[in-house]
């Protein structure tokens, strides 16, 4: 089992930064794939980036050139930096995980950008 602990969100102005932190309760080098999702109210839950442990990366085409996923295996943590930030950024950031079969969430962080 692993526990993620989302932190880092908040408000920002439109063009503004925000990184956030997902925290795992042990160690993340045997986690293959961890992930970003997001979800906007009333919308569905929709993946950011996702990070492999090689790593290999892969973004949503609305981020891409904006938003950089990173993870840091000796801290146990992954990060997802977010640039250039745009009102249609809003929404819940989750971080995810699987691991033989079973996804791990945390329980999100709160992104809103103002115009």
């Not at 950024?89 to 791990?104: Q, S």
Request: proline letters at 3%.
């Amino acid at each position: 089992q692993v526990q993620l602990v989302e932190s880092g969100g908040g408000l920002v102005q439109a063009g503004g930064s925000l990184r956030l932190s997902c925290a795992a309760s042990r160690s993340i080098a045997s986690l293959r794939d961890m992930r970003w999702y997001r979800q906007a109210p009333g919308k569905q839950r929709d993946l950011v980036a996702s990070i492999a442990s090689i790593p290999i990366t892969y973004y949503a085409d609305s981020v891409k050139g904006r938003f950089t996923i990173s993870r840091d295996n000796a801290k146990n943590t992954m990060y997802l930096q977010m640039n250039s930030l745009k009102p249609e950024d809003t929404a819940v950031y989750y971080c995810n995980a699987v691991e033989v079969g079973v996804n791990y969430w945390g329980q999100g962080t709160q992104v809103t950008v103002s115009s």
